[in-house]
């Protein structure tokens, strides 16, 4: 009878039974499933765990994350004192029963992964004390249900749902109007299917005035006829409240964006995806805490900026940490009119990881000498990489002093991409000569789908910090160079869909820091070299 809380932590059996006997249904206020894995219970609807709970009366927490339910029982309904309540990740169920919304004490609500989840209970405003509900990644969810603007101590909303279409069932589904009294919101907050601000009220939606919200995802209904217009006007009504650290926006309409945008000063994460009317961004370089900014699939962009603006040593992007440029098929500069050298001049100071990948014509962007965590190319010009390389920067340098634990700064003369870790190339041409001597900090590289791959192979011997090189996809490449036996700090080799490669017996154990070799679908490697049994994997 003193019993409270009970976690089964192994498969139930194929009947759903849970073995009540263990203790009185009365006392137990938790009951907790981890481990019921889909693989495990599949086919199996789940109607009868729900029913069997109806004998534990006052059950305050349920968890039935992943355990293979299909059908919720309208039996849950009278679990009157439970107030949480986690669903989530049973990908098969459809629908909710509109017995929840008889659980007044319900304050929890987690349904995160359920793929299959086409609608939530129409009467969820009777769950006045609901604050908390998770609804991420439900992928059918087709809209959110009318009165939930009444649900007032609601906290988390993860996701908020509009209807993509017209149909009977449209008057029963929420519009943007729902968001406009819950202005206790906080943490993360995603809208979906957004059309025209006419039609989704976009101004009643009062994000301005929710302080608590630090996260923002924006996405338009890209199947939609959008209106740019209309979409502009949509995203100005979507201000949101200058707490904002993250802003992400997708499938963005207009031509322009707001002007409230450049003014978010405690913005730490931008992203752009699939905007494909925008042919400039919005200007963000003198935003102080962005650390990272993110512009995919922007098919019409071809510069950043429009226009150069005198920049300050150091207010270039102060925070920036990350760049990612993705999927960028025009972009050719970062600023459309700019004096000669003027992209040359200007430095990221603080950019650490640089990722550019499908923007074939970029052929100038500011210089990137600090990078220390990763830089990935792919299928991009070799140009700001080979200006980057040229540049003989200036770089603050921090040291401790031997007398006392503060630290201090001074400046020296470090050559650019000097404490690069991590180098991915894929898909390039050939690269720029003597570039491997510039990178003594590398640690490890990649070459991916190479064609002269060769080229790039020569000097490799200078990277003496190297330890894990990666060779995928490269038919051109028929032999490892006779001089990988230098590289002394080498510990893994991983070479994958090199179907011409040929490797003499010996080669490999010549590289004796070697701990682990891939071998993978190389068909004229057969042998397996005796020295390297612990260490060499083939397929």
Request: a neutral charge; one cysteine or more.
């Amino acid at each position: 009878e003193l019993t409270r809380h009970i976690s089964f932590d192994f498969h139930l059996d194929s009947p759903w039974q849970l073995p009540i006997s263990l203790a009185e249904p009365k006392s137990i206020r938790s009951i907790i499933l981890p481990r019921q894995f889909r693989s495990a219970i599949e086919g199996r609807s789940g109607e009868s765990i729900c029913d069997g709970l109806t004998k534990y009366k006052f059950l305050r927490m349920l968890d039935l994350h992943n355990s293979g339910i299909k059908v919720v029982a309208n039996s849950i309904g009278e679990l009157k004192h439970l107030r949480y309540l986690d669903l989530s990740q049973n990908v098969n169920i459809r629908e909710l029963p509109n017995s929840i919304c008889r659980l007044q004490n319900l304050q929890t609500l987690k349904l995160n992964h359920c793929s299959d989840l086409q609608t939530l209970p129409r009467k969820m405003k009777k769950l006045v004390d609901l604050r908390i509900v998770e609804n991420e990644s439900c992928y059918s969810l087709t809209h959110m249900p009318r009165g939930l603007s009444q649900v007032i101590n609601l906290r988390t909303l993860t996701e908020f749902v509009l209807r993509n279409g017209t149909g009977s069932v449209s008057n029963q589904s929420g519009k943007l109007d729902e968001l406009k009294e819950l202005n206790h919101l906080r943490g993360k907050l995603k809208i979906k299917n957004l059309r025209s601000w006419e039609f989704d009220k976009t101004e009643d939606a009062s994000l301005c005035r929710k302080q608590d919200l630090l996260s923002l995802i924006l996405i338009w209904d890209i199947d939609a006829a959008l209106v740019p217009a209309d979409c502009e006007k949509s995203l100005e009504d979507l201000r949101p409240h200058p707490n904002l650290k993250q802003l992400s926006l997708s499938a963005y309409g207009g031509i322009q964006f707001s002007s409230w945008l450049p003014s978010h000063k405690n913005l730490v994460k931008f992203s752009l995806s699939r905007c494909i009317r925008c042919q400039c961004l919005p200007r963000l370089d003198h935003l102080p805490l962005l650390e990272v900014l993110v512009v995919d699939e922007l098919t019409e962009l071809e510069h950043i900026l429009d226009e150069a603006f005198r920049i300050e040593s150091g207010s270039f992007f102060p925070s920036l940490k990350e760049l990612r440029l993705t999927n960028l098929p025009k972009l050719e500069r970062w600023w459309k009119d700019a004096p000669d050298n003027f992209e040359e001049e200007t430095t990221f100071p603080l950019l650490s990881k640089l990722i550019v990948e499908d923007c074939p014509n970029l052929t100038s962007m500011p210089l990137f000498p600090y990078l220390e965590e990763l830089l990935v190319l792919k299928n991009t010009s070799w140009k700001p990489f080979k200006r980057t390389i040229a540049a003989e920067e200036r770089i603050p340098m921090t040291f401790e002093s031997e007398a006392s634990s503060s630290t201090s700064s001074r400046v020296g003369r470090v050559a650019s991409l000097s404490k690069l870790r991590t180098l991915r190339i894929i898909h390039m041409s050939t690269g720029v000569p003597n570039m491997w001597q510039s990178l003594p900090s590398l640690r490890s590289l990649t070459f991916d789908h190479l064609d002269d791959i060769n080229a790039l192979l020569e000097g490799l011997q200078q990277l003496t910090s190297l330890q894990q090189f990666h060779i995928w996809r490269c038919e051109r490449l028929e032999e490892i160079p006779s001089w990988i036996g230098d590289v002394k700090s080498l510990k893994t080799i991983s070479i994958k869909l090199c179907p011409n490669l040929k490797i003499p017996p010996g080669k490999i154990s010549l590289i004796t820091s070697l701990q682990k070799v891939e071998i993978e679908d190389c068909p004229l490697v057969s042998h397996i070299e005796s020295m390297l049994k612990d260490r060499l994997y083939t397929r």
